[in-house]
């Protein structure tokens, strides 16, 4: 997972300026490699603390090479998200480095599923809030068929009932596969169907 942060006064300036960073849990990792980025646009409009000696001068009283003793940098301010792997698609240009760290964790969380696939359904969900509620609260697995998962849910069900009944031995499995499907929340992901309850 990473994404592109691309400086918009370059952008604005018909300059391509940016740089991919890996997507992390940490927000202030991806902060610091952001502003590291602005550092170095050609584009700067405001000033900020010298990340050498953050502002503060040398410890040993000598100057800082970075800042030449002024404490501040010129830096570029404002940044987009222009390009992304393995993010969801709805985060779009500016989700905000907390979503990105809540997805992060989320395909930590799932990490028996492919971060691609966490992806697909947080952008099956339209979200990432409701994406998490429901892989956290109702995730019922990942399934090769519905009609597999239907049938599994069914003989256990059946498993507490009389085998020789009537109503076993005439259970009909593709209708109760049909009103189960009805009520289930499926996205297709790279290993199958994950399966959702209501
Ligand atoms: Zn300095």
């Excluded at 991919?20 to 603390?49: G, K, T």
């Excluded at 930590?108 to 099956?124: G, N, P, Q, Y």
């Excluded at 599994?152 to 189960?180: C, G, K, T």
């Amino acid at each position: 997972m990473r994404l592109y942060v691309a400086c918009l006064a370059s952008y604005n300036n018909g300059v391509l300026h940016g740089r991919w960073i890996d997507a992390s849990s940490d927000v202030d990792e991806m902060q610091e490699e952001i502003a590291a980025m602005l550092r170095e646009s050609r584009f700067p409009n405001v000033s900020v603390p010298c990340p050498h000696c953050e502002g503060e001068g040398m410890p040993d009283g000598s100057t800082c090479h970075v800042c030449a003793g002024a404490g501040r940098v010129a830096s570029a301010e404002e940044w987009a998200i222009h390009d992304s792997e393995g993010l969801p698609r709805c985060f779009g240009e500016y989700p905000g480095l907390e979503k990105i760290a809540a997805f992060v964790e989320l395909a930590e969380e799932f990490d028996h599923l492919d971060a691609d696939d966490v992806a697909t359904i947080v952008d099956h969900f339209g979200g990432l809030e409701f994406a998490e509620t429901e892989m956290r609260d109702h995730f019922a697995g990942i399934y090769d068929s519905f009609r597999s998962y239907a049938d599994e849910i069914a003989d256990e069900a059946l498993a507490a009932l009389d085998p020789e009944s009537i109503a076993v031995r005439y259970f009909d499995y593709e209708s109760y596969a049909r009103d189960l499907k009805h009520d289930m929340t499926i996205v297709e992901i790279s290993t199958g169907l994950a399966l959702f309850w209501p």
